[in-house]
């Protein structure tokens, strides 16, 4: 029996709403993506797109444009202040044919953003959805006091601040990490050619440079991202310092002239802020939570992005094999359970190791995740839990989403 083509309403234009908006257009239903902002752009710093997305974007079509943008990177490579290696994660000790992909932010939404326009899928911008209301078998939507139309079901996307999700009838709790990171992407002029290369000194400092490939359509230039380990309450204390105090101390940590070079206005570095978002699950009744809104960590493992297009997938297919809404929101929420719990709780206990003003976090770490990355067993878990695709501490893999 063919099923009955859905009404479905996403909230938010990003990651995992474009891709849901594509996943659930090409199935049939009827989509209507809305979007806070007028005219849509990504911002941000590069990401590490990893095998577990790039599968799903390769279910999409969009892989070979996002790798034709992206650049390569098999290894991440990390080294005290005194020279030490404190992490190294090969992504062939896990799969010799798997590696991750430097990408610029914009260059991975303007792919999903343009394939939605493509498909003619309805889009709201300028759309700011500010509450919902369930009653039986539909989902009023609101701007302010203004309706915004009926829905079957709706599937909130709009990002770790998300002012919808406190409205839902699920236990959670969003809790602000106090650390978070300056970023910059400058032309990448080959300094960490094939690998994320970070330097630590203790767990207060930390420097990452990623080759981040090319802005979308723009091939002319390869760029690369750097990322800047800081305190929240300290960003004020390094804009009083100046930009000069913050690259001496960059330069005392890493020999990276060149990259600096590039540098040469406070302005041209951004501080971004996270947030940890528990959800006991992520569906109440015809509403459902995906992406950041849903799960958002510390970046300590990349996998915002990865996550977000996974969900995307799944939830498509618990749409496809049930009929009923809610019933295929709960299976979501069931299917995507292991996963997501794993990264929620990897990232949880790694970020201390890595951000934090504890001296006893970065000695254990110093002293013993390099031997542990020497050990064939745990260079292959780890290699594998940088992929995305594990689903538990000693067995479980992710299956591939079609």
């Known amino acids: 029996m ?36 007028d005219k849509p752009s990504a911002v941000g710093a590069g990401i590490l797109l990893q095998p577990a997305g790039m599968r799903v974007l390769q279910a999409l079509g969009l892989l070979d444009e996002i790798l034709a943008h992206g650049a390569r990177n098999d290894r991440l490579f990390g080294t005290n202040a005194r020279g030490r290696t404190v992490l190294d994660v090969r992504y062939r000790d896990w799969d010799a044919q798997q590696f991750g992909l430097g990408l610029h932010r ?56 998300s002012s919808l999700r406190a409205a839902l009838a699920i236990p959670q709790t969003v809790t602000p990490y106090p650390w978070g990171a300056l970023w910059t992407i400058v032309p990448d002029d080959g300094v960490t050619t094939g690998t994320l290369r970070q330097w630590f000194r203790h767990a207060g400092q930390m420097l990452g440079l990623m080759s981040t490939g090319y802005a979308y359509q723009q091939k002319n230039q390869p760029l690369i991202t750097l990322f800047w380990s800081l305190r929240a309450d300290r960003l004020s204390h390094w804009r009083s310092e100046g930009l000069q105090a913050w690259k001496d101390e960059v330069l005392a940590l890493a020999p990276i002239e060149s990259v600096l070079a590039h540098i040469n206005s406070p302005e041209q570095l951004t501080f971004a802020g996270y947030a940890d978002v528990q959800m006991r699950h992520w569906h ?17 493992l990349g996998q915002g992005a990865n996550l977000a297009l996974v969900d995307a ?19 979501y929420s069931k299917r995507r359970r292991s996963h ?30 390099g031997p542990i990355c020497r050990a064939p067993v745990a260079r292959y878990h780890m290699a594998k839990t940088l992929s995305g695709t594990k689903t538990g501490w000693l067995f479980g893999d992710l299956p591939h989403e079609k």
Not at 313 to 331: N, Y
Not at 352 to 357: K, L, N, R
Request: aromatic residues 8%; neutral net charge; charged residues 20%.
């Open 2 to 37: 063919q099923r009955r083509a859905r009404n479905i309403a996403i909230i938010g234009g990003g990651t995992a709403g474009a891709a849901s908006a594509l996943f659930l257009s090409r199935a049939g239903h009827r989509v209507t993506l809305f979007e806070r902002v």
């Open 106 to 161: 914009g260059t991975l939404f303007s792919v999903l953003w343009q394939a939605v326009l493509a498909a003619g899928i309805a889009v709201r911008v300028a759309t700011a959805v500010t509450r919902l209301r369930q009653h039986g078998e539909i989902v009023e939507l609101f701007s302010d006091d203004t309706p915004l139309g009926d829905f079957d079901g709706v599937v909130i996307a709009d990002g770790a601040r």
């Open 284 to 300: 109440d009744g015809r509403v459902v939570c995906i992406g950041d809104c849903a799960h958002a960590t510390s970046p300590q």
């Open 313 to 331: 997938a799944v939830l498509a297919q618990c749409l496809a094999a049930q009929h009923d809404i809610p019933a295929a929101f709960e299976s």
């Open 340 to 369: 997501l719990r794993y990264y929620q709780a990897a990232s949880k206990w790694l970020t201390p190791f890595f951000q934090s003003d504890s001296r006893l976090a970065s000695g254990l770490r110093d002293a013993l995740l």
